[in-house]
Structures are given as structure tokens and as C-alpha cells.
């Protein structure tokens, strides 16, 4: 149904075009999106500047300079980068942005990035355009605009590396706002703080020999012990988060009160009549930030110890990643935008992972709020798509919040 169009603003078109470049993994054309993030730099008259982390990978970032540039700066995150698609169940090309009408008469942008997360990039500079027509000249502080490369690809050349460069650390960031996700629900998520990632390998040795034999000491029953241990604690955190409440407290539990523990790839083996010198079990495990880190360490390593095999990390953070709510003025003056428009929050544990995860350990307060309400998620999924109704309301809700933040005494 895109007979009948409206002609719609040139924030939609904007919009579009941003999402009809192609960067998605593992072949990203950062160059391309670099110019057009330039370009509007220029268009909203924002210096900016461009980093390389590692060359090919570009951090464009736009500056919008407050009357007192000695206070704590605001940071407006988003990434670039957008994840592959299985084309063939799409309903649209998933890089052409189209607009279709839907049954209930809104107009849907269907493309990948769409949710994750390019709508909020656009929005960060929209509503910068916004406020600068209605003759917001300055604001009291600093408003740094940052667009980051390969967060879907754990952000090794994007964001992680970045915190440590100089040119970050002159950013003097007092607060940054990042991606949040989409919510059936009317209300706002806000992502105050994320699970641990601890990517596990389990690695069992044991003899070898002719696939017909009763061998002894083999590494499959090693193994096994140890995935069969991870796979009931898994099954164990999913039903006390099913239930809702903690049975001993009746307390309520959320998504972020429990840790996941799946089991994502398994390999080892070299034929199917050989029994196997070694096996590995690879685990995403996602760890609350309300567990003790050191005891749950310590439960994995003898997990480990007791079923005879090697436990290895490619990541493992230690520290809880957090922003504190109680007496927080960053997250009042958010509260108050959402009672002037009408808008409630639902904050949360991040089921998965940011780039704050990055920045929350430098002790810079990071709130994670992608303004879509009322909208499945659809984030990595077929036909991922926002409404321009969600989308021009995401505009208007970070032209308030811009202001409020950028304007906030602490």
C-alpha cells in the first residue's frame, strides 16, 4: 500500500538515508556513512571530528559547544553498524527504508537498523535541529553527538577502544544517553545498567581410540558433566524469573535478577567412527549485577575442577555495570521530561549488552532510552521497522530531553 503516500518531513527523509547505507556486518561501509554523518554536521552547522581506532572504522563526532564548556559535557550515543538479514523473509528490501501502510493506517519504515539503533542517531540530531529553529542558541553545557562503529561485533574498534584514547577523555562526559529498545508496552524503556557478559569455553581431554570400543577416560563424559551443571542452572534462573517473585522473599524478580547461562556452540572431533581427543562446550552466560561476581567465579571454577576440564573466558567483567538511580539528578531531570509529555519509563537490567558497558566503569552516569513505545521488538529480526509517528515522537521526546540535561546545575 504506497500509492497514496503523504509527502512526509525531510527529518523522515533524513531518516531514510541514513538507513540505506549499508552497515552491516562483517562488511560495513563506514565510508559512506561517515560522509553523510559529516554532511549533517555541516548542514546543522556541529564542528566535528573523526576518529580511527583502527583504520576504516570511524567515530564521528559532532560538538554543539554550551555557554560553560569547563562544566561535565552531555555524550549522545549511538552506533553505526547494524547486524545481517536472512533477505528472504523480508517482506521489503531491507535496505531500501521503504514506507508502507499498514492495516491500522500508520505508516511503517521498514529496514534493518530501523530500531537498532539508527533510529536514535537520527533523532540526537533532529532534535538538535529542532531546538536551534525555535532560537536555542547554546545550552549551558556541552552536547558531544558520538557515533561509534561495530558495537554489534563487541565494539573491540569502536567503543571499548575509544574510552582509552585522549580524545575521549578531553570529551569530559558528565552524562551519556544511549541506546534503550523497544517496548509493546506505553511507556519507555530505560536501560540503567547490564548483565556482566562472561563468554565461557569448557575444554575436556581424554583418550582416544575406534568409535566401536569401550574406551576409558574419554572427554565426553567430562564434558558433559560440566554442560549438564550449566543447563540446570540455566533451567533454574528461568523459573524463578517465570514465577515472577522470589519464593523465600516474595520479592518481585525481573529480567535483570537473574543470570542466563545458553550453550552456543559445541565442536571437537574429526570423524564420526574416531572417539574424540578433546571437546569443547562454548557458554553466553549473562550475569546479574545483583549476584556476588567472586562467588559465582568461584562456583564455575569448581564446577570446572570437579568435571575434569578447563574453563577459559573470552570475556569476563568483574564489576557490576551500573548507574545508581536513587538521588541521581541526571535521572530526575528524565523524569520530568517524561511527566511533561506524558511519558512513563520502565527501567531495566539490559538483557544484553551496550556500549555503556564501556563508560559506566569511568564513573560517567549512563542511561539507555531509545524512544519507542507501543512497538513490538523487533530488534535483529525479520521486517524490523518503526512507525514515522514513533519515529517524529522520538524527535520531539530528545528535543526535550536534550534541553532539560544540557540546561541541568548538578
Known amino acids: 500500500m504506497t500509492a497514496s503516500l503523504p509527502e512526509f518531513p525531510t527529518s523522515v527523509k533524513n531518516f531514510q538515508r541514513y538507513l540505506q547505507i549499508k552497515t552491516v556486518q562483517p562488511t560495513p561501509d563506514y565510508a559512506t556513512c561517515a560522509q553523510f554523518l559529516r554532511d549533517m554536521a555541516d548542514e546543522l552547522g556541529l564542528p566535528h571530528q573523526v576518529y580511527e581506532m583502527a583504520p576504516g572504522k570511524p567515530i564521528v563526532v559532532m560538538t554543539w559547544e554550551g555557554k560553560d564548556p569547563t ?13 545481517p538479514v536472512y533477505e528472504e523473509f523480508w517482506s521489503e528490501d531491507p535496505f531500501a527504508a521503504n514506507i508502507v501502510q499498514d492495516d491500522a493506517g500508520e505508516h511503517r519504515i521498514i529496514a534493518r537498523g530501523t530500531q537498532d539503533t539508527k ?119 528461568e523459573k ?30 574429526k570423524q564420526q567412527n574416531v572417539v574424540p581427543r578433546s571437546l569443547e562446550a562454548y557458554f553466553d552466560i549473562r550475569v546479574s549485577p545483583f549476584v556476588d561476581y567472586k562467588h559465582f567465579d568461584a562456583w564455575l571454577a569448581d564446577l570446572a575442577h570437579n568435571s575434569d576440564v578447563t ?19 541526571w535521572w530526575t531531570a528524565m523524569q520530568r521530561v517524561g511527566e511533561a509529555l506524558g511519558t512513563s519509563y520502565n527501567t531495566q537490567i539490559c538483557p544484553g549488552a551496550t556500549d555503556s558497558r564501556w563508560v559506566r566503569p569511568l564513573g560517567i552516569p549512563c542511561l539507555g532510552v531509545s524512544p519507542m513505545r507501543n512497538l513490538p521488538l523487533l530488534a535483529h529480526d525479520n521486517n524490523e521497522y518503526v512507525t514515522v509517528n514513533g519515529y517524529l515522537e522520538g524527535i520531539r521526546y530528545y528535543e526535550y530531553l536534550i534541553e532539560e540535561v544540557g540546561n541541568l546545575l548538578v
Open 240 to 269: 524463578r524469573f517465570l514465577a515472577g517473585k522470589d519464593e523465600a522473599t516474595g520479592k518481585p524478580i525481573g529480567y535483570g535478577d537473574v543470570t542466563s547461562a545458553n550453550l552456543t556452540m559445541l565442536s571437537g572431533g
Open 119 to 237: 533510529i536514535l542517531g537520527m533523532c540526537y540530531l533532529e532534535a538538535i535541529r529542532e531546538l536551534r529553529n525555535r532560537g536555542v542558541k547554546q545550552l549551558l553545557r556541552t552536547v558531544h553527538v558520538i557515533f561509534v562503529p561495530d558495537e554489534e561485533i563487541g565494539a573491540d574498534h569502536g567503543m571499548m577502544a575509544f574510552v582509552q584514547h585522549d580524545a575521549f577523555k578531553k570529551l569530559n562526559l558528565g552524562l551519556m544517553l544511549d541506546e534503550g529498545a523497544a517496548n509493546p508496552d506505553n511507556s519507555y524503556k530505560v536501560f540503567y545498567g547490564e548483565k556482566a557478559p562472561w563468554w565461557a569455553r569448557f575444554t575436556a581431554e581424554g583418550n582416544t581410540g575406534h568409535g566401536s570400543k569401550f574406551i576409558p577416560n574419554t572427554a565426553a563424559p567430562k564434558l558433559m558433566k560440566a554442560v549438564n551443571a550449566l543447563i540446570a542452572f540455566h533451567t533454574q534462573e
Open 71 to 83: 562544566l561535565p559535557s552531555i555524550g549522545l550515543n549511538s552506533h553505526t553498524d547494524v547486524v
Open 311 to 329: 574453563l577459559e573466558y573470552k570475556q569476563q567483567y568483574m564489576e557490576p555495570n551500573v548507574t545508581r538511580l536513587e538521588n541521581n539528578p
